[in-house]
C-alpha cells in the first residue's frame, strides 16, 4: 500500500511564502514523474509544476519564477516552494506521483489528501 501526504499548507499574507511537501511511503519501488495539483473554490484541479526523476521540470505560467518544485529521490519526497504568494494562488494543493510498486511491474497514479493554502490579501 502507498500513502503520499502532504503538509505545510496554512494562512499567509501577499508576498509572502510556504513549502509544501509530500511524502511518499508503503511499498515503492521507483518513482517517476511527481506533480502538484491545485483547486481553487469553483475550479478544475489544475497542474501547478511536475518534475521527472532525472530533474526535469514544467510549471503552469501564472507560477513561473515565484514557485520552485524539487524532489528528495532518497527521501522519496516532493517539495514545492512558493514566493511571493498571490491571493489567487489560494486553493487546495494536491500531490501526484506515479510509481512502481514492484521492478518490472506497472506504474500506478497516487494523489495525496491535499493540504490548504490561503493568501490574504
Known amino acids: 500500500q502507498v500513502q503520499l501526504v502532504e503538509s505545510g499548507g496554512g494562512l499567509v499574507q501577499a508576498g509572502g511564502s510556504l513549502r509544501l511537501s509530500c511524502a511518499a511511503s508503503?511499498?515503492?519501488?521507483?518513482?517517476?514523474?511527481m506533480s502538484w495539483y491545485r483547486q481553487g473554490p469553483g475550479e478544475q484541479r489544475n497542474l501547478v509544476a511536475l518534475i521527472t526523476s532525472t530533474g526535469r521540470t514544467n510549471y503552469a505560467d501564472s507560477v513561473k519564477g515565484r514557485f520552485t518544485i524539487s524532489r528528495d529521490n532518497v527521501k522519496n519526497t516532493m517539495y514545492l516552494q512558493m514566493n511571493s504568494l498571490k491571493p489567487d494562488d489560494t486553493a487546495v494543493y494536491y500531490c501526484?506521483?506515479?510509481?512502481?510498486?514492484?521492478?518490472?511491474?506497472?506504474?500506478?497514479?497516487?494523489w495525496g489528501q491535499g493540504t490548504q493554502v490561503t493568501v490574504s490579501s
Open positions: 501526484k506521483a506515479h510509481l512502481q510498486t514492484q521492478r518490472d511491474g506497472p506504474q500506478y497514479q497516487y
Open positions: 508503503g511499498t515503492i519501488f521507483s518513482i517517476t514523474t
